[in-house]
T-cell receptor
Framework: DQQVKQNSPSLSVQEGRISILNCDYT??????FLWYKKYPAEGPTFLIS?????DKNEDGRFTVFLNKSAKHLSLHIVPSQPGDSAVYFC????????????FGQGTTLQVKP | DTAVSQTPKYLVTQMGNDKSIKCEQN?????MYWYKQDSKKFLKIMFS???????INETVPNRFSPKSPDKAHLNLHINSLELGDSAVYFC????????????FGPGTRLLVL
């Protein structure tokens, strides 16, 4: 039972355009959401997060939107750059203090010059 | 200086063997994790230690045994390796539990033949 789903395995966009990566979740107990970025042969690196009490969080070119009623979040990258080409993982954490993260299966983003 | 390091990076071994993967973090963090990324690319939590105490133990075969000799190290020992254990294993650490950012190591690619 996959509680966090990224239904698009891959996405290709032109440099300078917007990249939108989507993530759906099923567990209403999740109260904190994160996006991680992963380059080949490296570990995931934290990108941006959002608490369930917010519907938007912005950090430079990266914005995460949360729609709790739809159990959906999205990551917007504007403008996209070739260096953004990587695998993006959505993750969720339920209330409680263990730090346990539930990850989606990732979306591979390719930004073409 | 690498924040979270893992050794070895690659591990090729025969079924039935016992092997260990080591993880070290120099961030001064209290909490460490082991994740498994399987062939379908899902990253799944296996174990977590906080101040050398086991706090997350997911449904993992008891052939897998984590050991934390001190807060900076979390090793993973696997007995009687099986083909299905082939995966990438990631170690991570965070300052403490809860919503703290998790920092990942580069991963250990295990192939069981």
């Amino acid at each position: 039972d996959q509680q966090v789903k990224q239904n698009s395995p891959s996405l290709s966009v032109q440099e300078g355009r917007i990249s939108i990566l989507n993530c759906d979740y099923t567990n209403s107990m999740f109260d904190y959401f994160l996006w991680y970025k992963k380059y080949p042969a490296e570990g995931p690196t934290f990108l941006i997060s959002i608490s369930s009490i917010k519907d938007k969080n912005e950090d430079g070119r990266f914005t995460v939107f949360l729609n709790k009623s739809a159990k959906h979040l999205s990551l917007h990258i504007v403008p996209s750059q070739p260096g953004d080409s990587a695998v993006y993982f959505c993750a969720a954490k339920s209330s409680g203090n263990t730090g346990k993260l539930i990850f989606g299966q990732g979306t591979t983003l390719q930004v073409k010059p | 200086d690498t924040a979270v390091s893992q050794t070895p990076k690659y591990l090729v071994t025969q079924m039935g063997n016992d092997k260990s993967i080591k993880c070290e973090q120099n961030l001064g963090h209290d909490t460490m994790y082991w994740y498994k990324q399987d062939s379908k690319k899902f990253l799944k939590i296996m174990f977590s230690y906080n101040n050398k105490e086991l706090i997350i133990n997911e449904t993992v075969p008891n052939r897998f045994s984590p050991k934390s000799p001190d807060k900076a190290h979390l090793n993973l020992h696997i007995n009687s390796l099986e083909l299905g254990d082939s995966a990438v294993y990631f170690c991570a650490s965070s300052r403490r539990t809860g919503r703290e950012t998790q920092y990942f190591g580069p991963g250990t690619r295990l192939l069981v033949l």
